[in-house]
């Protein structure tokens, strides 16, 4: 049974950083690319940064330039490292691991406060 859990959420100043991490335990088969999603309260979920096995990289408008994701194959993790936080970041913050077959395997989501 393959579970991800995410930590590194926490309340911080605008202007602050942080870094998540999404840790898979069990072996996760025909593993495309790990991502992130946030939801904001009242709002949908929406997708937020990519890293393929490739090592290549995607990010939504919004956190170019102050988000960047990365993985450690050797630990099953994957990170977010978020700079220059802004209010707008604000949500639960959810890890997928998408595969080639079957079902992605979500996390349970990290909450992220940015304060102004």
């Known amino acids: 049974q393959v579970q991800l859990v995410e930590s590194g959420g926490a309340l911080v100043q605008a202007g602050g950083s942080l870094k998540l991490s999404c840790t898979a335990s069990?072996?996760?088969?025909?593993?495309?690319?790990m991502h992130w999603h946030r939801q904001a309260p009242g709002d949908q979920r929406k997708w937020v940064a990519t890293i393929t096995t490739l090592d290549n990289t995607a990010y939504a408008d919004p956190v170019k330039g102050r988000f960047t994701i990365s993985r450690d194959s050797a630990t099953n993790t994957v990170y977010l490292q978020m700079n220059n936080l802004k209010p707008e970041d604000t949500g639960v913050y959810y890890c997928?691991?998408?595969?080639?077959?079957?079902?992605?395997?979500w996390g349970q989501g990290t909450q992220v406060t940015v304060s102004s």
């Open positions: 997928r691991w998408g595969v080639r077959v079957g079902n992605d395997y």
């Open positions: 069990g072996t996760i088969f025909n593993l495309i690319g």
